[in-house]
């Protein structure tokens, strides 16, 4: 049991310019999103953040929300929050495995975010893990978004590549022209 693990957290970032969050909540299970909006409103307020709140119908919506909203250029970085609690079929496969896969992407992309959909067995297990005075995950969504956004503004000032580093991700196989004489 992973009980007596210890767990470094960094201290948040700390900005010249207060970053804009938007929290994307997929309220299934309202009371669990509360509390992981929560803790992720105090974190936000702890590195001078602001929070917009926007809610969707279920964490499969969740990425492209954050899609949606990124094109916009309003904000800087997104907030995942949502429960998956296991059932009787594999729909929560489905779920968990696409909804993460979707926000990965889009962090591959560029986008400062942080993952809080909880995946869980069971309601027990959600209510600890959003509650924000145990394991906070709401909280510690938004200081893994807040951390990437002081990693883009610090290797990549005004939105333009470093000289010498390309801004391509490549996910499998050759870029055109790669590897060739």
């Known amino acids: 049991m992973a009980s007596n693990t210890s767990h470094h957290e960094l201290p948040l970032p700390q900005f ?27 974190t936000a307020e702890a590195a001078g953040a602001t929070l917009d709140v926007i809610e969707v119908p279920g964490a499969l919506e969740i990425p492209t929300a954050v899609a949606l909203a990124a094109e916009s250029g ?12 296991r059932g009787e ?8 495995n696409d909804s993460s896969r979707g926000l990965t992407l889009l962090g591959l ?38 951390h ?7 290797f990549r000032p005004g939105g333009t590549p470093k000289p010498g580093h390309p801004d391509v991700i490549r ?6 022209g790669q590897g060739k004489a």
């Open 109 to 146: 992309q560029g986008i400062c975010l942080g993952n809080g959909i909880l995946t869980v067995e069971n309601y027990e297990q959600a209510a600890r893990r959003a509650d924000p005075t145990d394991m906070n995950k709401g909280g510690g969504a938004a200081a893994a978004a807040l």
């Open 171 to 176: 996910l499998a196989g050759e870029l055109e």
């Open 74 to 85: 309003r904000y800087d970085g997104f907030v995942a929050i949502g429960c998956v609690i």
């Open 89 to 96: 079929t594999t729909h929560y496969d489905t779920v968990c």
């Open 16 to 42: 010249d310019t207060a970053p804009r969050l938007l929290a994307v909540i997929a309220p299934y299970y309202k009371d669990i999103a509360d509390d992981m909006l929560t803790g992720a409103r105090a």
């Open 148 to 154: 990437l956004i002081a990693l883009k503004r610090r």
